[in-house]
């Protein structure tokens, strides 16, 4: 994949599911990946589904990514 430093991208829905897929793979790739959800803390979601944006945050800085 060619790389893409230097590029933004906005990812909505980024606390679980394909959302949070596109994200990681963005920052994988290099692009500061704005990131957003409705999951901030475990168990303080309108459905009751695993994941957060937190964890989101987390799992990009262990690939290298950057998300804001």
């Known amino acids: ?11 909505t829905g980024a606390s679980r599911g394909i959302g949070k897929g596109i994200a ?3 920052g994988e790739a290099g692009v500061t990946v ?3 959800g ?4 475990e168990g303080h979601s309108a459905v009751d589904l695993p994941g ?5 945050v987390e799992e990009m800085d262990k ?3 950057h998300c804001i």
Do not use: C, D, N, S
Not at 5 to 10: I, T
Not at 38 to 41: C, D
């Open 38 to 41: 409705r999951t901030i803390e």
């Open 34 to 36: 704005y990131i957003t």
């Open 1 to 11: 994949m060619k790389r893409l430093e230097g590029k933004v991208a906005l990812v």
């Open 52 to 56: 957060t944006i937190t964890q989101t």
């Open 24 to 26: 990681l793979g963005l």
């Open 63 to 65: 690939l290298g990514g």
